[in-house]
């Protein structure tokens, strides 16, 4: 159960090798946190990090088989890792590909591809996971979606809307789940200096997986609804949202 | 079958933390305890999440919740069912407050033998929680009053008393509900002449004098509590407001206050005002809490002796505030209640320097004495000091900061107060409750397949939800219900029935010479000497 002081004792995340999802990970075993359940895409990056969680402390510390894109199976795999584990006081939907913009144009198969995987997948594992919430009466269900999602920009708006898709469903969840003890919790990062932007440049206001886990850790003991990282993006994106379209089209990157 | 019995609807403590649904029950009839049981246990292999009690909610965190479950909303058990007024012996159904006991009985002249700080508990709440009051170094703690009840489990209805099956008996005492849903108990209530008390209030200027004062000079007093000002430092450390007193005999007052015998007598209680709505979080910050504290410990009188106070004053100065606990705004607060042997009394003042310096203010503190304390394996009270605090969530480091507490405590042998718990670890909880097994045993004989849940119980690692039906799937039944170091005891008569509950009917309840007071009412009611304890 998560306590009054908002620590949840076991974590379920979706997406197991993310390496934001690691680093909320790692703040939330040393509070407490007993079971933490990886599922992915096998890897030696997943099994790595299960392993640096019951280094951490953890007691229970496993991975499971789960693709985002692998739909027919995700009402059958939610019941197993439930039924499995027991409650999840916390879920994170963490598994999202960045993709390239260059291929992504040209390839519809590669677009419908990220796009299901970042959405229409991610979407659907979380109807399931949401279903078994609601029937165990609480919990939290932590979506990493981006500032991307906010405004779709012409050098990754394949991935931007599929984070706007994301981003839409998890609002539009949240406000279905209120009165079931079950909330939703948006993260909009910036450019998050890491693994998946390796090799870019960074945008202005980014920020790191530490510190996007340490707002995520806030926010879920504030009960916070939506978390921006660093938090000055939703003045940012507030103004950015508002652009003429003209200026906005021609900013740069 | 029929429609289902609950309706699905958020719930929370006291503190307004960490809310979950269930369904909930109202137990119009006793009859509908035993059902709802019945469908939560036929429920179980199909995913069912069990069934907890609730009463008035005052228990601060989460033991009056089941996530996914359902909760009985006792307090629709409200009859009085018989009252010997001779020998002040009351048998009463579960939800009965106890403010109603004092409505309907000190006009009769008689009072509950132990309340709490608010009267808007229900006697299941007060039996599940084993619950305290100023004269726990008097008379002991609520159970120790409580002649017989009547509770329902898995298993069937039980009525049980300390002699019918003590195991069971003492494991409902401060079970916080897990061990059954309790219908009906009989009390031993306490005799008194009139509604007032008679209290000396006095200053104290530090901890050290204080506790002093308690220490030398409770035992001459039947109740006892120092409010304690935690944010003044240094010299001033601890400054607090003492007030102890008795029952006012008729005698004991002015013949304003005397009136026809029965005005003296007549108790009603007011609500004055109630807070209308919740304020944002941080309106009880160090700087309001500070005026407060300011205010409280100079509106004290230095010293005065035997001033008349009335009753409701006296043990529930907090009631006269409707909902006060939307003060702490929409993030809640929790209590901090913890109770150290008397060899470790520095603890106390280690607890309050802790928080003197991260200036985080306690709106409430609390500290009171405690004597021997009953059977009860998860029953609160050992002889000691008990401080009490009201803490508001969102301080940033409360996590770190409470656990640091719950170390000191754990090292002076102390433990903490599940009615007041939000956030002990199931590690830490074990350590300072160490015959928890013995209890675990019990619950595995009256509840051999987990139906009693609640969210205090998951959290603590209690109760499990894990799909484990009990068929033949051994792997899964492994894995279910049991924290890692527990014995598994095995339910009593092999596996299969699930009605180990024995079912004694017991009729002898009404003889007073087994009950903690006499019932010899001149001058009891200023006796100092602790009367005869049961089964401490
Ligand atoms: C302002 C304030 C002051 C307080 N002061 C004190 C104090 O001085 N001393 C003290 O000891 N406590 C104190 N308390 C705590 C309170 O006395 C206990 O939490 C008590 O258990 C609350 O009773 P309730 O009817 O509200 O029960 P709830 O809070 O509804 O439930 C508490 C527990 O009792 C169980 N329960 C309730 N009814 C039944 C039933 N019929 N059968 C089986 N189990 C049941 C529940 O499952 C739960 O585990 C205080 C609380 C407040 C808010
Ligand atoms: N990094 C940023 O700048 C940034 C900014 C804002 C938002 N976000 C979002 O935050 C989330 C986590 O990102 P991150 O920074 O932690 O990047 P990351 O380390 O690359 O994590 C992405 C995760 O998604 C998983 N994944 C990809 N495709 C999958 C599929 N089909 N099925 C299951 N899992 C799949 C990856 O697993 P594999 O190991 O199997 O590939 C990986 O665990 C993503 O949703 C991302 O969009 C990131």
């Known amino acids: ?253 | 079958m029929s429609a289902p019995l609950g309706r699905r609807g958020l719930l929370t403590g006291w503190g307004r933390t960490a809310p979950t649904a269930a369904d909930v029950v109202h137990a119009v009839d006793p009859d509908i305890v035993g059902r709802a049981i019945e469908e939560a246990a036929a429920s179980q292999s199909a995913g069912g999440r069990g069934i907890i009690a609730r009463g008035l909610g005052r228990s601060y965190g989460d033991a009056a919740q089941n996530a996914g479950g359902t909760v009985v909303d006792a307090t629709w058990l409200d009859a009085i069912h018989k009252v010997d007024v001779a020998s002040g012996v009351v048998t009463v159904a579960a939800g009965v407050s106890l403010q109603t006991l004092m409505e309907r009985l000190v006009p009769l002249g008689w009072f509950v033998p132990v309340t709490p700080g608010t009267r808007l508990v229900t006697v299941g709440g007060a039996i599940a929680a084993d619950i305290h009051g100023k004269n726990h170094h008097i008379d002991g703690s609520f159970c120790s009053h409580v002649l017989e009840m009547t509770l329902v489990t898995p298993g069937g209805t039980v009525t049980l008393s300390p002699a019918s099956d003590p195991d069971l008996f003492w494991a409902t005492a401060g079970g916080m509900g897990l061990t059954g849903v309790i219908t009906a108990a009989t009390i031993q209530m306490i005799p008194v002449e009139t509604s007032y008390m008679l209290v000396d209030t006095e200053r104290a200027p530090d901890l050290d004098s204080v506790m002093d004062k308690m220490l030398t000079g409770d035992d001459a007093y039947r109740y006892s509590v120092a409010w304690i000002d935690c944010q003044s430092t240094g010299r001033r450390l601890g400054r607090s407001v003492l007030t102890r007193g008795d029952h006012a005999r008729t005698e004991d007052l002015p013949e304003r206050l005397r009136g026809p015998p029965d005005r003296g007598r007549a108790f009603v209680p007011r609500t004055l005002v109630r807070v209308p709505f919740t304020p944002p979080s941080g309106l009880l910050n160090p700087l309001t809490v500070g005026a407060f504290n300011e205010f409280w410990f100079r509106k004290a009188p230095a010293h005065q002796v035997a001033k008349p106070h009335h009753m409701a004053g006296f043990f529930h100065p907090l009631d006269g505030v409707g909902e006060w606990n939307r003060l702490y705004g929409s993030k809640g607060f929790l209590q901090y209640q913890f109770v150290v042997p008397d060899e470790h009394g520095e603890t106390v003042r280690k607890v309050i320097e802790r928080l003197t310096t991260v200036k985080l203010a306690s709106f409430l503190a609390v500290l009171k004495r405690f004597g021997p304390g009953d059977p009860g394996p998860l029953s609160f009270p050992m002889p000691g000091w008990t401080l009490a605090l009201d803490l508001p969530i969102g301080y940033h480091a409360l996590d770190e900061l409470l656990d640091a507490l719950d170390e000191q405590v754990v090292s002076a042998g102390g433990r903490v107060y599940l009615a007041k718990d939000s956030r002990v670890a199931p590690a830490t909880f074990r350590t300072m409750y160490p015959r928890v097994d013995e209890w675990i045993a019990v619950r595995n004989r009256v509840d051999p397949h987990g139906v009693l849940r609640s969210d205090l119980g998951r959290r603590l690692g209690l109760c499990s939800d894990r799909s484990a039906p009990s068929t033949s799937d051994g792997r899964s039944r492994r894995r279910t219900s049991r924290p890692a170091g527990t014995k598994r005891v095995a339910p009593k008569r092999g596996g299969g029935a699930p009605s180990p509950a024995k079912t004694t009917s017991t009729t002898r309840r009404t003889d007073t010479t087994s009950t903690t007071r006499t019932t010899d009412t001149a001058g009891t009611a200023r006796t100092a000497t602790p009367p005869e304890r049961t089964g401490t």
Request: charged share 20%; proline share 4%; hydrophobic share 50%.
């Open chain 1, 1 to 253: 159960m998560i306590d009054a002081i908002g620590r949840p004792q076991s974590v379920l995340v979706l997406g197991g090798s993310s390496e934001l999802a690691q680093a909320i990970v790692a703040k939330l075993v040393p509070a407490r946190c007993r079971t933490v359940v990886l599922a992915g895409r096998e890897s030696e990056r997943l099994s790595e990090a299960a392993e640096r969680a019951r280094a951490a402390g953890a007691d229970v510390a496993e991975t499971v088989a789960f693709d985002t894109t692998d739909i027919e199976h995700h009402l059958a795999f939610v019941d197993q890792v439930f039924d499995r584990f027991g409650d999840f006081d916390l879920v994170i939907a963490a598994a999202g590909v960045l993709g390239t913009q260059g291929v992504l144009e040209r390839d519809p198969v590669a677009t419908a591809s990220l796009l299901t995987t970042n959405f229409t997948g991610l979407a659907a594992a979380m109807v399931a996971v949401a279903g078994r919430l609601r029937h165990q009466g609480h919990g939290r269900l932590i979506v990493l979606s981006s500032v991307a999602g906010l405004r779709a920009r012409k050098v990754n708006f394949v991935y931007g809307s599929s984070k706007a898709g994301l981003d839409a469903f998890a609002q539009g969840l949240g406000d279905s789940l209120v009165g079931t003890g079950v909330s939703v919790m948006i993260v909009r990062p910036g450019f998050v200096v890491g693994r998946m932007t390796e090799g870019m440049t960074p945008a202005p206001f980014s920020t790191t997986p530490d510190a996007v886990a340490d707002a995520v850790v806030k926010g879920i003991e504030s009960g916070a609804g939506v978390v921006y990282v660093p938090s000055v993006l939703r003045w940012v994106f507030a103004v950015m949202r508002q652009l003429p379209q003209l200026v906005w089209r021609r900013m740069p990157g």
